[in-house]
């Protein structure tokens, strides 16, 4: 279901303040968990690159979801969701949406891979100089021509050539149930100069910035009501 609020100062500031107060939580569980409280033998690979994220100029960037619903599961360890006993890491942030919701791109970049046998299901991975943002559980599938590969859902209106360029906020895909998934949602996945970054603070520091620059109108955020 699509959460619907009027668009008024009060209540856009209301939202925008509850978001933030979510991030700020999803931020100090996955500093647990990546600081070994859960787990001490985290590998340097999956220790995330907090600085780069803080520093980033993010007033051009997309909230990658259209019809959120909830953060679902957030970056670090947590119980394996297949129901074995075990922990496992998550590398990414899971943001909930109705199937068939838009996925939008994050930051402009070119498409570097296309897949659709992993456990990510259908997925993209757009690359933005030293970033890589990676989308799993996608509707559509991989395709090839005599052009090359590319990720297609023609339902969706969705056609993305490996090597594409895509700027930020273009329409991507759609959140599906493809690959190990128990309900539909967008696993968002950030890389850092080959490390992986929690999301929820690249998305704390676009809130930040975009809440208080004169782009607050076009706010990520606003995407949300």
């Given at each position: 279901?699509?959460?619907?609020f009027p668009i008024t100062a009060f209540r856009k500031s209301f939202w925008r303040l509850g978001q933030l107060l979510l991030l700020l939580g999803l931020g100090i569980v996955s500093a647990i968990a990546v600081g070994g409280i859960l787990n001490p033998g985290v590998s340097a690979q999956e220790?995330?690159?907090?600085?780069?994220?803080?520093?980033?100029?993010?007033?051009?960037a997309s909230f990658p979801v259209e019809n959120f619903q909830a953060y679902t599961s957030p970056f670090g360890y947590r119980p394996s969701p297949s129901g074995s006993s075990g922990w496992e890491f998550h590398r990414g942030l899971d943001i909930a949406a109705p199937q068939g919701s838009y996925i939008r791109n994050w930051w402009a970049g070119k498409v570097v891979e296309v897949s659709d046998h992993t456990n990510c299901g259908t997925s993209i991975t757009i690359k933005s100089g030293e970033w890589q943002h990676i989308y799993c559980h996608m509707k559509g599938g991989v395709e090839t021509s005599a052009e090359g590969r590319y990720l297609s859902d023609r339902e969706g209106g969705i056609l993305l050539w490996l090597g594409q360029e895509i700027p930020a906020g273009a329409r991507i895909g759609r959140v599906g149930m493809t690959g190990r998934t128990t309900g539909p949602h967008l696993h968002w996945g950030l890389k850092y100069a080959n490390n992986y970054v929690d999301p929820a603070t690249v998305l704390r520091a676009m809130y930040e910035q975009q809440s208080?620059?004169?782009?607050?109108?076009?706010?990520?955020?606003?995407?949300?009501r």
């Open positions: 279901m699509q959460l619907k220790v995330p690159v907090e600085r780069a994220a803080v520093e980033g100029n993010w007033r051009n208080t620059g004169d782009r607050a109108s076009a706010n990520t955020f606003d995407t949300l």
